[in-house]
């Protein structure tokens, strides 16, 4: 996560660096051990994810009536 002005130049350093570390088979590894598959996506596919949950998270706690405690 970053503002939104952010320059994605200034996006593409973390990026590039958190794919290295998910294709070393130390953190494959221990990724996987807690049952979870590793796995990569590009900036513009994390956005639309991201943005995915926020529209539809709203909409299930207002039809489950969730309150927050």
């Known amino acids: 996560m970053a503002p939104a002005a952010t320059p994605?130049?200034?996006?593409?350093?973390?990026?590039?660096?958190?794919?290295?570390?998910?294709?070393?088979?130390?953190?494959?590894?221990?990724?996987s051990a807690l049952g979870i598959t590793p796995g990569q996506s590009t900036l513009a596919e994390a956005k639309a994810r991201t943005h995915a949950q926020v529209v539809r998270w709203p909409d299930v706690v207002k039809a489950g009536n969730i309150k927050a405690e």
């Open 8 to 31: 994605p130049a200034v996006l593409q350093r973390p990026t590039a660096e958190l794919s290295a570390v998910l294709k070393e088979p130390a953190t494959i590894e221990k990724i």
